[in-house]
């Protein structure tokens, strides 16, 4: 979504289906657009004396079906949906769309392996809409026909918003229910039931047990980044939701990763799944130059520094590993006059929108961010991944350098690796495959010598051709940053 379409929006309700701005039939920030076929009129209706009093307001609502000959209408998505996609630069299916379409449309559960940045939410979402469309009826009161489950607010918001884009002038709606919203208005909602219900596991079970949502007709589920869910500690929560949902329905699980506990997941949720992966788990995309920089812990905050101020117009985003210390890293480099937000568990859910919102407008240029809160971010513009403390989960660095290199753009992500991160270095090389080539520093003799020999990982790593390694010489930073950051 464009900066002028939030401010043209507001934020509080831009992901609920009263807050939808265009009723026309219009992908919001498309107003240029394609042209489109059978586009209903204008939503000034209220005001047209030659209207019928008892006429209904959804006559608005496109009704016809386009007459389109698309990828995707050919892969069986409603012409009511994917006349839609050419306006948001969907035009040829990805390839984790290609491959899932089809057998999604046909009914078939779906174990999909991708990461975010993929073109997943399409590829769940334009089926679903098909599907709600061809049923025709409203919900019933406190149902909801598709449930979508997501790890965190920020990966909610991102997919209701998509959903909102892909049902432009339907009579789809979705309704977000994340933590940290008000509940009751949430329980007020609910009562008139949803189409498509997008939640976070924890504020669902919150819901279900005040009696304002019941799963019983919920057709179409969909579990989003799976693994995180996992990670956060959600799998009560999500044994206890399977048993509320109906056996008759299709479900869709995308994950990123693989670990032992999702073959026990999947197998509670899925039946006979059709298996799809893209991007293997463990491997980083492509178009990512990835580096490390060995640096003693004291100097990290300098060293970043000095990567900031060569790219001061460009977006970056900093991984640091705890909640406090990376409130305590922004506000360092606010006073360095960085223009900085901070997104944490511990920051309310207003706070972390405004802070994205900044940050996606390009007004903050440095996002300093804890894993649970980054993950999933789909920011095209950010150009530069630090890993300032290295993850202690191998998998997430892989999530967090998949921030960049977005939508075709390219992409650099440097790891600061002090001397206790050795450990954490060889374990993100292992589960990738691969050697980091090195940017800067100077790596402690045991791990010249392995990297000498080729390393437990091999020669070169994802980033290898890149031409960043080993070409600058060692280094030690200065103690304060070079140069003044612009603006
Ligand atoms: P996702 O993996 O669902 O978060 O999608 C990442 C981004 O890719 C979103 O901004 C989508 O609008 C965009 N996208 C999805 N499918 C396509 C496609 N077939 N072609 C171009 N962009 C796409």
């Not at 463990?282 to 130059?289: F, H, S, V």
């Not at 905050?301 to 640091?320: N, W």
């Not at 977005?406 to 650099?412: E, V």
């Not at 270095?425 to 990738?432: C, G, N, P, Q």
């Given at each position: 979504?464009?900066a002028?379409?939030?401010?043209?929006?507001?934020?509080?309700?831009m992901?609920?289906?009263?807050?939808?701005?265009?009723?026309?039939g219009k992908?919001?920030?498309?107003?240029?657009?394609?042209?489109?076929?059978n586009?209903?009129?204008k939503?000034?209706?209220?005001?047209?004396?030659?209207?019928?009093?008892?006429?209904?307001?959804?006559?608005?609502?496109r009704?016809?079906?386009?007459d389109?000959d698309?990828?995707?209408t050919?892969?069986?998505?409603?012409?009511?949906?994917?006349?839609?996609?050419?306006?948001?630069?969907?035009?040829t299916?990805?390839?984790?769309?290609?491959?899932s379409?089809?057998?999604?449309?046909a009914g078939r559960?779906?174990?999909?392996?991708?990461?975010?940045?993929?073109?997943?939410?399409?590829?769940?979402?334009?089926?679903?809409?098909?599907?709600l469309?061809?049923?025709?009826?409203?919900?019933?009161?406190?149902?909801c026909?598709?449930?979508?489950?997501a790890?965190?607010?920020?990966?909610?918001?991102?997919?209701?918003?998509?959903?909102?884009?892909?049902?432009?002038?339907?009579?789809?709606?979705q309704f977000?229910v994340?933590?940290?919203?008000s509940?009751n208005?949430?329980?007020q909602r609910?009562?008139?039931?949803?189409?498509v219900?997008?939640?976070?596991?924890?504020?669902l079970?919150?819901l279900?047990?005040?009696?304002?949502?019941?799963?019983?007709?919920?057709?179409?589920?969909?579990?989003?980044?799976?693994?995180?869910?996992l990670d956060?500690?959600?799998?009560?929560?999500?044994?206890?939701?399977a048993?509320?949902?109906?056996?008759?329905?299709?479900?869709?699980?995308?994950?990123?990763?693989?670990p032992?506990?999702?073959?026990?997941?999947?197998?509670?949720?899925?039946?006979d799944?059709?298996?799809v992966?893209?991007?293997p788990p463990?491997?980083?995309?492509?178009?990512?130059?990835q580096?490390?920089?060995f640096?003693?812990?004291?100097?990290k905050?300098?060293?970043?520094?000095?990567?900031?101020?060569?790219?001061?117009?460009?977006?970056?985003?900093?991984?640091?590993?705890?909640?406090?210390?990376?409130e305590?890293?922004?506000?360092?480099?606010?006073?360095w006059?960085?223009?900085v937000?901070a997104?944490?568990?511990?920051?309310?859910?207003?706070?972390?929108?405004?802070?994205?919102?900044?940050?996606?407008?390009?007004d903050?240029?440095?996002?300093v961010?804890?894993?649970?809160?980054?993950?999933?971010?789909?920011i095209?513009?950010?150009?530069?991944?630090?890993?300032y403390d290295?993850?202690?989960?191998?998998?997430?660095?892989?999530h967090?350098?998949?921030?960049?290199a977005?939508?075709?753009?390219?992409?650099?992500a440097i790891?600061?690796?002090?001397?206790?991160e050795?450990?954490e270095?060889?374990?993100?090389?292992?589960?990738?495959k691969a050697?980091?080539?090195?940017v800067?520093?100077?790596?402690?003799f045991?791990?010249a010598k392995?990297?000498?020999?080729?390393?437990?990982?091999g020669r070169?790593?994802?980033?290898?051709?890149?031409g960043?390694a080993?070409?600058?010489?060692?280094?030690?930073?200065?103690?304060a940053p070079k140069?003044?950051?612009?603006?």
């Open positions: 979504m464009s002028d379409t939030r401010a043209a929006w507001p934020k509080d309700v992901t609920t289906e009263n807050s939808r701005p265009n009723r026309s992908p919001r920030h498309q107003d240029g657009g394609k042209p489109r076929f586009r209903a009129p939503p000034n209706h209220n005001h047209n004396p030659r209207r019928h009093r008892d006429e209904p307001e959804e006559k608005f609502i009704r016809a079906i386009p389109i698309t990828p995707f050919q892969m069986g998505i409603d012409a009511r949906v994917a006349i839609n996609l050419p306006g948001l630069g969907i035009e299916p990805s390839p984790i769309q290609e491959k379409i089809p057998g999604i449309v559960d779906l174990l999909g392996l991708a990461q975010t940045g993929t073109g997943k939410t399409a590829a769940f979402g334009l089926p679903m809409l098909t599907r469309l061809n049923i025709g009826r409203k919900p019933e009161p406190r149902t026909r598709a449930l979508i489950l790890p965190t607010r920020e990966l909610a918001t991102q997919i209701a918003e998509n959903i909102d884009n892909y049902a432009a002038g339907t009579p789809i709606r977000r994340v933590g940290g919203a509940i208005v949430q329980v609910l009562e008139r039931g949803v189409d219900l997008i939640a976070t596991p924890g504020r079970i919150d279900i047990e005040r009696g304002a949502i019941d799963l019983s007709q919920t057709g179409y589920l969909v579990l989003d980044e799976a693994d995180q869910m956060i500690g959600f799998i009560h929560a999500l044994r206890r939701i048993r509320m949902l109906p056996k008759e329905r299709q479900t869709l699980l995308f994950s990123a990763t693989m032992k506990l999702m073959a026990e997941l999947a197998d509670s949720y899925l039946t799944p059709l298996k992966a893209v991007n463990g491997q980083a995309a492509e178009k990512i130059e580096g490390v920089h640096v003693n812990q004291g100097d905050a300098t060293l970043l520094a000095e990567y900031l101020s060569k790219h001061t117009d460009e977006l970056a985003i900093v991984f640091g590993r705890t909640k406090h210390g990376s305590k890293l922004s506000k360092l480099l606010e006073k006059g960085y223009k937000a997104i944490h568990g511990n920051k309310s859910q207003g706070q972390r929108e405004r802070a994205l919102a900044s940050f996606r407008a390009g903050t240029k440095v996002l961010a804890t894993d649970v809160a980054a993950r999933g971010l789909d095209p513009q950010v150009a530069h991944v630090y890993n290295l993850p202690n989960v191998p998998e997430n660095y892989v967090r350098i998949g921030r960049t977005r939508a075709g753009r390219d992409g650099r790891a600061f690796c002090a001397p206790a050795i450990g270095l060889r374990a993100i090389e292992k589960a990738m050697q980091i080539p090195v800067g520093g100077e790596p402690p045991e791990v392995i990297r000498e020999r080729g390393g437990p990982a070169g790593g994802p980033g290898a051709g890149a960043t080993r070409k600058r010489p060692a280094r030690r930073p200065s103690r140069s003044a950051p612009r603006g």
